[in-house]
């Protein structure tokens, strides 16, 4: 693994620093844990740094932490569990297959500087194959000062790089990508970067149209050979954000699953429903994509609605 040093029993000392190549980032200012320990021995803490003025991560409304960055840190405490606590070797691919998380904004706050958050993970469901871990379940639950500002659910495998280069065959090379397709404007996907949005707009309500940026510096850390999931995440985020006009919609709560591989070269189709029936002052709102006329993801989010 690199040299890396593998924990295997139980750490109750003072949390081990990070690498920055265990949460599969390339930036230090995207890579947001940086202190660990195994306090049992499938659960660990991880200790987090939230940035208050990140470029793409930017607080919501201007006073709380955005949701995908605490979906983002512990996804990056999963991936670091995962390597240091289990010997996940570096480079092998991480395939998540659902993701579902909750915040709970009225303990999300955006101070004036850098906030610290402990992310209790817990694995279950462990999947070996001899001494190489080929799939798990990790839970999340996310504290800033005692207080629960989230929680979360993923399920993971691993794929070895031999492994990834036979499923992927032809698509398994790395590549750059730009959409010439022009953007959604800011405002209705809920952003206020151009450079940021990743839908285009179609014809008709409520479909838009994917789009990559392999340029891009937070969702492109390293060279990609298709469409990352935090991309995915984002276009459903944005897809939600244009359907529901006429309110702020901030989705806090976000269940979804991933289906296959979606391609740079091909059209990714995005199309959103608002769902009937929300509780009074909510909405929830159910994002498809496609590509090839196969379901890529799907997902339902939910949360406030806020009068513009």
């Known amino acids: ?18 690498p920055i190549e265990l949460v599969h980032r390339t930036r230090p200012g995207d890579a947001f844990p940086h202190r660990w320990t195994r306090t049992d021995e499938n659960r660990f803490s991880v200790t987090a740094r939230l940035p208050h003025d990140h470029p793409f991560f930017a607080p919501v409304h201007g006073d709380r932490h955005d949701p995908l960055l605490l979906m983002e840190a512990m996804r990056q405490a999963a991936m670091l569990v995962f390597h240091a606590g289990y010997g996940v070797p570096v480079g092998h691919h991480f395939l998540m297959s659902g ?12 101070g004036g500087e850098p906030a610290d958050v402990e992310i209790e993970t817990t694995c279950s469901d462990l999947v070996w194959r001899g ?5 798990g379940r990790v839970d999340w639950l996310v504290r800033r000062d005692g207080l629960l500002i989230a929680a979360g659910t993923g399920l993971t495998r691993f ?9 992927r065959g032809a698509h398994a090379q790395p590549r750059p990508w730009r959409a010439t397709t022009r953007p959604l404007p800011a405002a209705q996907a809920g952003r ?48 939600a954000c244009a359907a529901t006009t006429g309110a702020r919609f901030v989705p806090t709560a ?10 740079f070269d091909r059209p990714c189709w995005i199309r959103a429903s608002v769902l009937p029936d ?19 993801f799907t997902a339902t989010l939910s949360g406030p609605a806020l009068a513009r």
Not at 99 to 110: F, G, N
Not at 159 to 167: A, C, K
Not at 254 to 263: I, K, L, P, S, W
């Open 1 to 18: 693994m690199s040299g890396l040093a593998i924990a295997t029993r139980p750490q109750r000392k003072t949390g081990q620093p990070v």
């Open 99 to 110: 993701l579902d998380y909750a915040c709970y904004a009225e303990h999300m706050a955006v």
């Open 131 to 135: 001494e190489t871990l080929a799939r």
């Open 159 to 167: 794929i070895s790089p031999s492994v990834y280069q036979r499923m």
């Open 192 to 239: 206020t970067r151009a450079d940021d949005v990743v839908l285009s707009p179609t014809p008709h309500r409520n479909l838009w149209e994917l789009r990559v940026d392999t340029a891009h510096r937070t969702l492109f850390q390293r060279p990609k050979d298709h469409v990352p999931g935090m991309l995915l995440l984002e276009a459903a985020r944005q897809a």
């Open 254 to 263: 976000g269940v979804t699953r991933f289906h296959q591989y979606a391609e």
């Open 278 to 296: 929300t509780l009074p002052g909510t909405l929830a709102v159910r994002v498809t994509g496609q590509q090839d006329a196969q379901s890529v």
